[in-house]
């Protein structure tokens, strides 16, 4: 059963790390084919623009349980040095409470916001909005997962001289 967790777990990680390459590859490309584009022949792919803005929502929103992941997340460690192993856990336990609550409301109000416009689209591209409203709960839903993951399995401590 704990190999098949394991297992689950490192699929859904690999996918995600896969996805936030991907978005910030695609992001890179696009910048620079559309710098070279306005540099080169005076003219500029609105597509272009839009796409590698939707990349950067994407990137952000995956990025977000990625960072949470590896401990790169902004985090103050002292406190807890300060307060003791006990109530420093009960501390973790309540911000990880916290936390996956505010990610909770902001699937919900995303949700909340895509259903009240479902027949918009992109300006260049004709994206509907639901389709990039939907990169948010993805991403929030993926960075909880993280949050109860992290809370059963902790993860080592960073060397802050190692850091990727």
């Known amino acids: 059963m704990q ?14 790390d896969f996805l936030t390459s991907f978005c910030l590859l ?14 080169l ?5 609105d597509w272009l623009t839009e796409l590698s803005s939707l990349l950067q929502v994407a990137l952000g929103v995956f990025g977000f349980g ?8 902004f985090a103050v460690e002292a406190i807890f040095d300060y307060i003791g192993q006990r109530p420093g856990r009960i501390l973790r336990a309540v911000i ?3 936390s996956l ?14 259903i009240a416009v479902p027949s918009q689209v992109t300006p260049s591209l004709g994206i509907p909005k639901w389709m990039v409203y939907a990169l948010v709960p993805i991403g929030f839903a993926y960075a909880m997962f993280e949050m109860i993951v992290i809370s059963f399995i902790p993860r ?3 060397d802050d001289e190692v850091l990727p």
Not at 27 to 39: D, E, F, K, N, S
Not at 41 to 45: K, V
Not at 103 to 110: E, H, S
């Open 3 to 16: 190999n098949k967790v394991s297992r689950t777990v490192g699929a859904v990680r690999a996918a995600f």
């Open 26 to 39: 695609g992001m890179m490309v696009m910048v620079l084919v559309q710098a070279g584009g306005r540099y």
């Open 41 to 45: 022949f005076h003219y500029s792919l």
């Open 66 to 73: 990625v960072a949470y992941r590896v401990g790169t997340l």
């Open 96 to 98: 990880t409470i916290l």
């Open 101 to 114: 609550a505010f990610c909770a409301t902001l699937i919900y109000g995303v949700i909340t916001l895509a």
């Open 156 to 158: 080592p401590p960073v």
